[in-house]
Structures are given as structure tokens and as C-alpha cells.
């Protein structure tokens, strides 16, 4: 059980951070609710202490004895701010300690997420940006806010995360416990998901691919410091909180957005199946059943993103592949990785054998197991286990190749 002190900064979001309590009490932590005063004015006290089964205080001269300032910072496995709103964000950065939370985040030694919501004039004023920097440098990891609805009529970025990927970039921090920000001040994109190539207005050629792989290695990264984009081609999981997400469809879609996101990217892991192939041509209507039998369906190579984001990229960039294989009579999946490898001309190429649906590891499961390999020849075998396991492996290896 994880001790995690749960901030709530004085927003209209502040309701929100109920749910993302309830979640965080259902994953067997304990958590101790600690409001701003504004925060007060939107959940009350008896609502925090009900859901959290702990007193809730806003001063720093509540339980005096017990130096309650201090303790909860000292103690806390993970303080998490939810919402961050732009004063408090100021007050953090300024290292203010003028109520009990602002108090609780100088004394904190454990991982700080800081989740900021918003309005978007607030969230993209110079001195906001130079703050968010700051708390950033000093190893606070702050999510960047969700883009979508506001108060009122407004619609932009600096909406609060859902509970749901608040709760999961929780677990996340709290699975990497107190490892450095190896990250921190780059830019990675990720590709996730599986392509789909329209037949008719009602059918496609696709793939099993849930995302949930690439979904971990952005989750991950996000952990580490990094600013994430993720590209995301029909992902069965929710994108983590923090990441900037572009959607896409097919694999031409997929090449257009990862090709643009990583014009300024440090790295870049091609997580997403995309499409081998396409229909030559997409019916406008749907496709009828008739008596002469299945229509012939002529197909054409996709474009290969992965071999263009490695003639484009800058030197210093590091590119990633990712090869689900199945062995054959001309060799077995590492075999055809090590040939997709020298084709390809990436950095790394993350190998997985996959199967048929149920197979231990691969498309849409929770567990995967690979073999990275290098472009100078070393390989790293990954056991079976959890996606965020091999993405933190992953990452290891880009950090090691990172130009300072």
C-alpha cells in the first residue's frame, strides 16, 4: 500500500479529483486529501474526508504537534496535484509555503505530479509556460492538460486529464518509483495502434493491434520527464495523460503525422502495425453479396514509414522499429528481424513473436516479450511481462544512445 497525498487546487475541475480519489482508494492506497482553501469553495471537506477516510486540513496550523507541514511531504510515497491551476502552479514554482499544500510539496521527497487545468489563455501566458519550465527542471513531473471543453463556451487546451489516466500515470509513477527524469527536456514521438485501410464505407483491412504497447512506452516516457507526442491509429486503450495525442486512420495518415512530429523529435519508437498493404481502389458503396461470389480484392504496397523517418531524420536522432514476426520455412521471427533490421537502417528494432488470438504475448494482451536488437549487434532478450516493463527497457536503450 502506497501513501500518496492527493492536492486539489482551487478550479472548477476540482470535482474530477473525487473520481481520480475513488480510484486511487479502490488500488488499495492510502490517500490523504489536501485542498487549497479556493478548493474548498468548489468540494467541501466533508465530501474529501467521506470518499478519502482522512481528516482534511488547508493550514499549516492544523495538527501542529505532529508538525503535519513536514510529515505529509517526509512520508508520501507520491503527492499528486489535480487540479494545478495557474496560481498554484506559480506558488509551487516561487517555492511558496503559505497554506498546507504549497507547504507539502517543499518538503516532498518522493515523485510530484502536478496535473494543470486551466483556461487556455492562462495555460499558454508566458509566465504560466515559465513556471510549468521550472517546476519541469527541478524534476516535478507536469502534465501537459487535455485539449476539449472549458467552463462555459470555451474549448481549448487546458482541460484537467479524465480520472482514469490521472489514476493510471499514477501507477505508472508510482511503479518507477523514485528513478531520475532521464527524460526531462526531450521530445519523443510514438506511434501506436493498428492501421486501418478502407474497402468500402463499412469495412477495412486492419490488424489485432491494440496500442497498448505503444500506449506504455508513452506512459512511460512521460514518467521519465520526456514531452510526448503519440500518434494514434484506432487504439483500444486510453491515452495517457500528459501526451499530446494525434489521431489517424490508415497507414498513409500515420506516416504524414509521425513525419511532422518528429521534425523536433530526440527520438522516435514506431510502436503502430501499420498496413503492409491496401486496396487498390475503396468502393464508395458497400460492397453487396451476390450470386457470382466474393469480389477479387487487388492490393498495393503502403507506404514504409519507418524507412522514410530514417532517411529524413536528423543525426543526433535516435528511430525505433518495432517487428511483430511469425517464423516460416526461410527462418524463424529473430531471423527476420535481424533482415528487417539492415533493411530498415534504424537504431533498435524491438522483435516480438506473435500468434493467434490468446497467444501469451503480442497483439492486444496485457504482457509482451521481445528481443531488441542493435545496429551495432547487441541484443537484449525481454522476458515475458508486463508492456510497461519492456517499454522502460526500451527507453534504457534510447537514453544510452541520446547525444547530451
Known amino acids: 500500500m502506497s501513501r500518496i497525498v492527493l492536492g486539489v487546487g482551487g478550479g472548477i475541475a476540482a470535482y474530477k479529483a473525487c473520481e481520480l ?23 467541501g471537506a466533508p465530501t474529501w474526508e467521506a470518499l478519502s477516510g482522512e481528516p482534511v486540513a488547508t493550514e499549516v496550523w492544523s495538527e501542529v504537534p505532529e508538525v503535519l507541514h513536514v510529515r505529509l511531504g517526509r512520508e508520501a510515497d507520491l503527492v499528486v496535484v ?46 504560466t509556460r515559465a513556471n510549468v519550465a521550472t517546476l519541469r527542471s527541478r524534476g516535478v513531473l507536469v502534465l501537459d492538460p487535455g485539449v476539449g471543453r472549458l467552463t462555459g463556451a470555451d474549448s481549448g487546451p487546458g482541460r484537467l486529464p479524465e480520472p482514469e489516466q490521472l489514476a493510471e500515470a499514477c501507477r505508472v509513477v508510482l511503479a518507477r ?25 463499412v469495412r ?28 494514434g491509429a484506432s487504439l483500444a486503450v486510453p491515452a495517457p495523460a500528459g501526451a499530446r495525442l494525434v489521431r489517424v486512420t490508415t497507414a498513409e495518415q500515420l506516416g504524414e503525422a509521425v513525419l511532422e512530429a518528429a521534425a523536433d523529435a ?22 453487396k453479396k451476390s450470386g457470382t461470389g466474393a469480389p477479387e480484392l487487388v492490393l498495393e504496397q503502403t ?18 522499429g518495432f517487428a511483430a514476426e511469425t517464423g516460416d520455412e526461410t527462418g524463424d521471427a529473430l531471423a527476420h528481424g535481424r533482415a528487417k533490421l539492415a533493411r530498415k537502417g534504424c537504431d533498435l528494432l524491438v522483435v516480438n513473436e506473435v500468434g493467434p488470438a490468446g497467444h501469451p504475448s503480442g497483439f492486444e494482451g496485457a504482457d509482451n516479450a521481445a528481443v531488441v536488437l542493435a545496429a551495432d ?5 525481454v522476458p515475458l511481462g508486463p508492456k510497461e516493463a519492456l517499454a522502460d527497457v526500451v527507453w534504457d536503450l534510447v537514453v544510452a544512445r541520446l547525444r547530451r
Open 21 to 43: 480519489l475513488r480510484r486511487l482508494r479502490e488500488a488499495g492506497h492510502a490517500v490523504r486529501v489536501v485542498p487549497t482553501a479556493a478548493a474548498l469553495q468548489f468540494v
Open 82 to 127: 489535480a487540479p494545478a491551476t495557474a496560481d498554484l502552479l506559480a506558488r509551487a514554482a516561487a517555492g511558496r509555503a503559505d497554506d498546507l499544500l504549497t507547504s507539502t510539496l517543499l518538503t516532498a521527497r518522493c515523485p510530484v505530479v502536478m496535473a494543470p487545468a486551466m483556461h487556455t489563455e492562462m495555460w499558454e501566458h508566458p509566465a
Open 177 to 201: 518509483g523514485g528513478l531520475a527524469h532521464d527524460l526531462a527536456g526531450r521530445h519523443v514521438v510514438v506511434s501506436a495502434g493498428g492501421t486501418r485501410e478502407p474497402l468500402d464505407p
Open 204 to 231: 477495412f483491412l486492419g490488424n489485432r493491434s491494440s496500442g497498448r504497447q505503444g500506449v506504455a512506452l508513452a506512459a512511460t516516457a512521460l514518467a521519465r520527464g520526456a514531452r510526448v507526442t503519440l500518434v
Open 266 to 287: 530526440d527520438a522516435v519508437v514506431m510502436a503502430a502495425a501499420v498496413a503492409d498493404f491496401r486496396p487498390v481502389s475503396t468502393q464508395g458503396a458497400k460492397i
Open 303 to 320: 507506404v514504409d514509414v519507418l524507412a522514410q523517418l530514417v532517411a529524413v531524420r536528423p543525426a543526433e536522432q535516435v528511430v525505433v
Open 377 to 381: 549487434g547487441a541484443e537484449v532478450v
